[in-house]
């Protein structure tokens, strides 16, 4: 996101854009990416309502939480791009409040890499699950990306 000192995250929180909504989709490629036709929109406070729920010392997939809004709303699957930007709506919301936190930085994205457009970056992520216990680990040599190392065994289930 850009210029996100001039922007109400709060405010765009609780904006639910007329979702929930489940869509059914018609395009035979997406289908077969996704798995499904009918997929399901979940509200920014929804995400940051699931993200207040991971315990310190657990973490989260994005992939899991769109996975568990479509397993609840009986849709084949959540869709990935507002997922992906209302996470970060959560992430600044939180960082712009005094009060309230949402440990955002325990919400991974997919294989467990940490998210650069958080709040501080990739370095206050790295700092907080660290904190909390983590190993973070950094892979490639141009495109560096860094991960939670066996993320895998501290996820947080959904139920």
């Known amino acids: ?19 929930p909504k ?39 997939t994005i992939s899991q939480i769109r996975a ?5 709303n009986g849709a084949d699957f959540t ?15 939180s960082y712009q409040r005094s009060a309230n936190e949402t440990p955002y930085w325990r919400t991974l994205k997919a294989n467990g890499e940490l998210n650069s457009k958080y709040p501080g970056g990739i370095e206050t992520q790295k700092e907080r699950l660290e904190e909390e216990g983590h190993s973070i680990i950094q892979k490639g040599r141009k495109n560096i990306k860094y991960y939670v190392k066996d993320y895998e065994d501290a996820l947080f289930e959904l139920v």
């Open 22 to 60: 489940i869509q059914t989709i018609t395009d035979q490629k997406s289908i077969e990416k996704y798995g499904g036709n009918t997929m399901y929109f979940a509200p920014p406070i929804d995400y940051d309502k699931i993200m207040k729920s991971v315990p310190r010392g657990k973490v989260i």
């Open 68 to 72: 568990y809004f479509a397993k609840l």
């Open 79 to 93: 869709e990935p791009i507002t997922a992906g930007v209302f996470v970060s709506i959560a992430a600044w919301a």
């Open 1 to 19: 996101m850009a210029n996100e000192d001039m922007k109400d995250f709060n405010a765009m929180l609780y904006d639910n854009k007329d979702m």
